[in-house]
Nanobody, 116 residues
Framework: QVQLVESGGGLVQPGGSLRLSCTASGSIFSSAAMGWYRQAPGKQRELVARISSGGSTNYADSVKGRFTISRDNAKSTVYLPMDSLKPEDTAVYSC??????????WGQGTQVTVSS
């Protein structure tokens, strides 16, 4: 069983920054695509950023230029530094692992609140 644990969420003022981390147990991290998703109240869960096993990235238009996704395979960890945060970024952010055998694993989520 793959287990994902997120950290780094919290309360920040508009314009501030946070860095999310997600660490995976198991042995398949390096061969898996990793992603960050978020879900705000009353909205569908949406892809924020994704990074392939080879390091290719893609982002939601709403976060391009503000968020970054990176991975450290030696630490089985994926990161999401978030800059210039806006109130509309408020959501529960969840880490996703897409295994090469076509199965999704999810972390429990971490709350990000952007408010003055």
């Amino acid at each position: 069983q793959v287990q994902l644990v997120e950290s780094g969420g919290g309360l920040v003022q508009p314009g501030g920054s946070l860095r999310l981390s997600c660490t995976a147990s198991g042995s398949i991290f390096s061969s898996a695509a990793m992603g960050w998703y978020r879900q705000a109240p009353g909205k569908q869960r949406e892809l924020v950023a994704r990074i392939s096993s080879g390091g290719s990235t893609n982002y939601a238009d709403s976060v391009k230029g503000r968020f970054t996704i990176s991975r450290d395979n030696a630490k089985s960890t994926v990161y999401l530094p978030m800059d210039s945060l806006k109130p509309e970024d408020t959501a529960v952010y969840s880490c996703n692992l897409r295994a090469y055998y076509s199965h999704d694993y999810w972390g429990q989520g971490t709350q990000v609140t952007v408010s003055s």
